[in-house]
């Protein structure tokens, strides 16, 4: 079993939709989580950080952690064609980052 | 931007050879991590440099080694080249090892093993 799972998609909505991305992991070590935003042939750009569980909003973004299930959302507002791209969860325990396979969205004009 | 800039871009090699890539981190930071990215999947942690010391290793062989210099930056070099070390290589730096601490991304080299 892998210690981040992540659906890989391919997601495709219309513009306006809201966006839903989400990962479980098995690792109760981890206690910060990341979205990252991936354009094709470019590296990761970071898009949230949150520690532990709750809520985190930064403008049409909102991130969501749930510790005591181990699964941690992200959702994007009022999406837009620039925000077609692969979305990668991250975690962190110490040092290094475990990453989901990567969710690839399409939002269609 | 970020501010980490990798060289070069792309490369092409044959299987057996060596490669080095290079790395400058974020002006402020004292950490990079290297990590592999295979065709759709997510980034591996290969290993992370604090200060010039290894600080910690991914899942991957000797083969796979790397410096810090004093200013920071950080070379990769892979010997022995498989046709499975065809990937993009990224490397991220943060503003010092701690947990806590974002880190962010450069551009990636993109290797290609023939």
């Known amino acids: 079993q892998k210690e981040v799972e992540q659906d890989p998609g391919p997601l495709s909505v219309p513009e306006g939709a809201i966006v839903s991305l989400n990962c479980t992991y098995s690792n109760s070590a981890f206690q910060y989580f990341m979205w990252y935003r991936q354009y094709s042939r470019k590296g990761p750009e970071l898009l949230m950080y949150t520690y532990s569980s709750g809520n985190k909003e930064d403008g049409r973004f909102t991130a969501q952690v749930d510790k005591s299930s181990k699964y941690i959302s992200l959702f994007i507002r009022d999406s837009q064609p620039s925000d077609s791209a692969t979305y990668l969860c991250a975690m962190k325990g110490d040092y290094k980052l475990s990453f989901g396979a990567g969710t690839t969205v399409t939002v269609r004009a | 931007e970020t501010g980490v800039t990798q060289s070069p871009t792309h490369l092409i090699k044959t299987r057996g050879q060596q490669v080095t890539l290079r790395c400058s981190s974020q002006?402020?930071?004292?950490?990079v991590s290297w990590y592999q990215q295979a065709l759709g999947q997510g980034p591996q942690f290969i290993f992370q440099y604090y200060r010039e010391e290894e600080n910690g290793r991914g899942n991957f062989p000797p083969r796979f080694s790397g410096l810090q210099f004093p200013n920071y930056s950080s070379e990769l070099n892979v010997n022995a080249l498989e046709l499975d070390d065809s990937a993009l290589y990224l490397c991220?730096?943060?503003?010092?090892?701690?947990?806590?601490?974002?880190?962010?991304f450069g551009p990636g080299t993109r290797l290609t093993v023939l």
């Open positions: 991220a730096s943060s503003r010092d090892m701690s947990s806590y601490n974002e880190q962010f």
């Open positions: 002006s402020g930071h004292n950490t």
